[in-house]
C-alpha cells in the first residue's frame, strides 16, 4: 500500500461519502492505468485533483460517473456501488464548444437539463433564466453560442449541469482554455454557486493556484500508474479573494508544497 501523507486527517463522516475509491485498480489492455487508488469526499465537499499528465485525473472522473468499471476495488457515491451514469452526477467539460449545440440558444442549452428529466414545459422558462442570471447571462439568453465568448459559453455549460440539480458536480479542467480574467471571476462564481446547490465537486486542474484557491482539499497524484501521493488539507478562510487568498501566507506554503510534488512526480 502506498504511504500517503496528508497534514490533517479528515473528520469522520457520519453519513457514508459522496465518492468513495476502495482499491481502485484499472487496467486497459493489460496495462495499469490506476492502482490501489483509495481516497473518499465528504458530501458538499469541494475536493481538487492535481498530477502530471497521465496520472489518471480524468480517468477518476470517469470511474466517478460510471462510464468506467474498475477491474479491481470498488468506487461507490453516497455509500452505493457505481453502476452507471445517473442524474445525480454532472459533468463539466473544458471543451465548451462542443459540449454545447450550436442551433440551440443559451437558453435552449440549458433546457435541455429541464426537457430530460421531464420538467413541465409551462416551468422551464422561469428556472432557465433563473440559472443563466445567475451565472451572469440575464442579457444573453437568445443568443446562440457562436455569438458568445468562451467565457460565456463556458457559463451555459455550468448552468445546463446546475439545472439537473446534481448531488455530485464534476469539473474537468473547465477553465483551462479561457483568459487568466475570465477564469478568475469564473472561479468566483464557481465557488458561491457551489455553496449554494450544496454539492459535493470533484475538480481536475493541471493549475496549482486554482485547485488551493477553490478547494477544501487537494488530491496530489502520482503517474505510471496513477496514484494517491498526498492529501493536502486547504485551511484558507472562505470567502476567498483572488487577491488577498493568494498573498496568504498559507496559500504561498500550500503553493510551495504542490510545486514539489509536482517536481518530484513529473
Known amino acids: 500500500m502506498n504511504h500517503v501523507r496528508s497534514r490533517i486527517a479528515p473528520a469522520v463522516e457520519a453519513c457514508a461519502p459522496a465518492i468513495a475509491f476502495d482499491g481502485v485498480r484499472l487496467e486497459f489492455d493489460g496495462k495499469c492505468v490506476v492502482d490501489g487508488l483509495s481516497l473518499d469526499v465528504a458530501p458538499g465537499e469541494f475536493a481538487c485533483v492535481v498530477g502530471p499528465s497521465g496520472c489518471g485525473k480524468t480517468t477518476l472522473l470517469r470511474l466517478v460517473t460510471g462510464l468506467l468499471s474498475p477491474t479491481q476495488g470498488e468506487v461507490r457515491r453516497f455509500g452505493a456501488p457505481v453502476g452507471g451514469p445517473s442524474r445525480d452526477v454532472a459533468i463539466v467539460f473544458q471543451d465548451y464548444g462542443r459540449a454545447l449545440l450550436p442551433?440551440?440558444?443559451?437558453?435552449?442549452?440549458?433546457?435541455?437539463?429541464?426537457?430530460?428529466?421531464?420538467?413541465?414545459?409551462?416551468e422551464r422558462a422561469a428556472r432557465v433564466a433563473e440559472l443563466l442570471d445567475k451565472v451572469g447571462l440575464a442579457g444573453h439568453v437568445d443568443k446562440y453560442p457562436a455569438q458568445l465568448s468562451g467565457g460565456m459559453q463556458q457559463r451555459v455549460q455550468i448552468a445546463r449541469c446546475l439545472a439537473q440539480e446534481p448531488r455530485v458536480l464534476l469539473m474537468d479542467e473547465p477553465f483551462g482554455a479561457l483568459?487568466?480574467?475570465?477564469?478568475?471571476?469564473?472561479?468566483?462564481?464557481?465557488?458561491?454557486?457551489?455553496?449554494?446547490?450544496?454539492?459535493?465537486?470533484?475538480?481536475?486542474?493541471?493549475?496549482?493556484?486554482?485547485?488551493?484557491?477553490?478547494?477544501?482539499?487537494?488530491?496530489?497524484?502520482?503517474?505510471?500508474?496513477?496514484?494517491?501521493?498526498?492529501?493536502?488539507?486547504?485551511?484558507?478562510?472562505?470567502?476567498?479573494?483572488?487577491?488577498?487568498?493568494?498573498?496568504?501566507?498559507?496559500?504561498?506554503?500550500?503553493?510551495?508544497?504542490?510545486?514539489?510534488?509536482?517536481?518530484?512526480?513529473?
Open 103 to 122: 442551433w440551440r440558444t443559451a437558453a435552449g442549452n440549458v433546457a435541455l437539463a429541464f426537457e430530460a428529466m421531464g420538467t413541465p414545459r409551462q
Open 179 to 266: 483568459d487568466a480574467l475570465t477564469r478568475q471571476a469564473l472561479q468566483d462564481e464557481i465557488a458561491k454557486l457551489v455553496k449554494e446547490s450544496g454539492a459535493t465537486v470533484l475538480f481536475v486542474t493541471h493549475d496549482l493556484d486554482e485547485a488551493i484557491y477553490l478547494g477544501d482539499r487537494v488530491f496530489a497524484l502520482q503517474a505510471n500508474p496513477g496514484r494517491l501521493a498526498e492529501v493536502i488539507d486547504v485551511r484558507l478562510p472562505r470567502p476567498r479573494d483572488q487577491l488577498g487568498t493568494r498573498e496568504h501566507p498559507e496559500f504561498l506554503w500550500l503553493r510551495h508544497v504542490l510545486f514539489d510534488h509536482v517536481q518530484k512526480t513529473h
